[in-house]
Each structure stands twice: as structure tokens, then as C-alpha cells.
């Protein structure tokens, strides 16, 4: 370190000071030069090249616990203080997520389900729960609606869709979506909100055709349904934030990619142990 400590400073002081204040020989401080580095610090430097793969592949959005897990899930040897150490040494810092805002589209007053999931998010195997929102894009066209079905047992998105209105038809192609994809069996649990487009008949009776059982949130309860909440959280502070798209096909192309390559494959969940959505189903692991 004291030698390091010279080769940093020797631009703005003679070396002979700078040896004499770190009580070093001059000559040691050169034998020393021309060793080159420390394997400690091709160590370093290696372990650094992993950290900032790592928070790329996270679009920077991964801290130092994000980071030292995911690592050591990959099989890279690096204590947890060490890498944050080299994060802090070299700037790396994970974005800051706002404080979420709970937000909710409930309707008083029609037809619902009953809350079949009381707030359990969890599921020991595929295809057993679904839940489901809506939320809204903005763009210099005007506003883009995004319906998504997330499996409970990956946190995988199943299906979704995009349309200029947020009506039946919208999340009628992300059930279809789903349906096609994953052709669950009799008895999956489908939860969203109370909002119109959720209860409307022909919506249900699809449900029903499938033999899914509906689910549905208390009336102005979003934590009711905080996984599909917390997912569109995740996709503000992760894409839209700070951003404006120029076109609806802009926003849907951009979209479409975080979905289904950085969200499904890509981004490792703290709630899966660190593991992508689609490690989750491959590996046949239960959800922790």
C-alpha cells in the first residue's frame, strides 16, 4: 500500500519525499515497480471485470449483495466485503429505486371473485397461480397499456400484451398468450384486481372454460396483488424511468425486450435466490 501510495502521488511530489513520509528506500520503492502487480491485485482486477459484467447485465441496477450472489450462484470466488471494496474504489453504484407508490384500479360495485390468495405469493409448483394487472406507457403518441400474467412459482411473465386502450380485448390476449404458451391444467388460481376489464363476462367465461378459478383483490387494497405491482415498479424504475419514447412502436419494441430477454432470462430475483425466472423452471427448484 505505501508503495502504491507513491506511484499515485508522484506527479505532484518528488519521489525522495514521497519515500522519506512512508519510511520506504528509494531503491525498494523501484525493485518493487518492476516486480509489476501483486497476484492480490491481478486478482482484483479479474474479480473487478465480473463486477461490472454483472452490474451490465443488470442494467445497472445491481448492488454489492446483488452482485456477490449472483457471482458465487456462477461459481466466481469473491468475499462479500472484497467486492463491495472494488465497487466503492471504482464508482460502481447500483441506481437508486424510488420509493413505490401504491397504486390501484379496483371498481366498486360489479361482479367479483373472492381473494383466493390472502396475500400468499408463493407457489410450490408452475402454472398454479397467476396474477395479473394493468398499468399504462406514455409516449409522444399518447399512453400505451401493458397487461402482463406473472407465475407465481418463477415470478415468469406468461403472457402479455399491448394496445392503445386498456379494455377487455388487452388482457384478453395476455390470458390467450398464456394459455397458449403454458396450457396449464384445471384448477390454476388467476388473480388481478377488481378492475372492469377483469370482470367483465366474456373474460370470465373464458376462465371458466379453462376450469382456472378466479381470484381478485379487496376493493382498494393494491398489497392484495403486490407481485404484479411490484413488477411494474420494477419496469419504471428499470426502463421507464427518465426516458421518453418517441412512438408507440418505440416504447413496444423496448418493452418486448425487457420482458422476454432481460426479465425472464436475464435478471436475477432476490426472491428466486438470485436465480433468473427461466433458471427457476429449468432447475425444477422450488421458490424459497
Not at 96 to 109: E, L, P
Not at 135 to 142: A, K, N
Not at 233 to 244: G, H, K, N, S, Y
Request: hydrophobic letters at 35%; aromatic letters at 10%.
Amino acid at each position: 500500500m505505501r508503495y502504491a501510495f507513491i506511484r499515485e502521488h508522484q506527479d505532484m511530489h518528488r519521489i525522495n519525499l514521497l519515500c522519506r513520509l512512508m519510511h520506504v528506500s528509494r531503491s525498494g520503492y523501484y525493485e518493487w515497480l518492476g516486480r509489476g502487480p501483486s497476484e492480490r491485485a491481478r486478482t482484483d482486477a479479474r474479480l473487478l471485470g465480473e463486477i461490472r459484467r454483472v452490474h451490465a447485465r443488470h442494467r445497472g441496477h445491481s448492488g454489492g449483495v446483488k452482485t456477490w450472489r449472483v457471482l458465487r450462484r456462477e461459481g466466481v470466488e469473491g468475499g462479500k466485503h472484497r467486492i463491495a471494496r472494488l465497487r466503492r474504489e471504482h464508482g460502481i453504484v447500483a441506481k437508486r429505486r424510488r420509493r413505490f407508490v401504491a397504486t390501484t384500479r379496483s371498481k366498486a360495485g360489479v361482479t367479483t371473485a373472492p381473494n383466493r390468495l390472502e396475500r400468499c405469493f408463493s407457489a410450490e409448483q408452475p402454472d398454479r397461480v397467476w396474477v395479473g394487472d394493468v398499468t399504462f406507457i406514455p409516449t409522444r403518441q399518447g399512453w400505451l397499456y401493458l397487461a402482463v400474467l406473472l407465475d407465481l412459482y418463477s415470478r415468469r411473465v406468461v403472457g402479455w400484451s399491448m394496445s392503445e386502450r386498456n379494455d377487455t380485448p388487452l388482457v384478453s390476449a395476455a390470458l390467450e398468450m398464456a394459455l397458449a404458451q403454458r396450457q396449464p391444467a384445471p384448477g390454476l388460481i388467476h388473480h388481478t384486481d377488481r378492475g372492469q376489464t377483469y370482470v367483465a363476462a366474456n373474460y370470465r367465461e373464458r376462465l371458466a372454460q379453462h376450469r382456472i378459478q378466479a381470484s381478485m383483490s379487496r376493493t382498494g387494497d393494491c398489497w392484495d396483488n403486490a407481485v404484479a405491482e411490484s413488477f411494474f415498479a420494477t419496469l419504471e424504475f428499470e426502463l421507464i424511468e427518465q426516458r421518453v419514447f418517441a412512438t408507440r412502436d418505440q416504447a413496444r419494441s423496448a418493452i418486448f425486450e425487457f420482458i422476454e430477454v432481460f426479465y425472464n432470462r436475464q435478471r436475477a430475483h432476490q426472491t428466486l435466490d438470485y436465480r433468473t425466472p427461466v433458471q427457476v423452471e429449468q432447475e425444477g427448484q422450488l421458490v424459497a
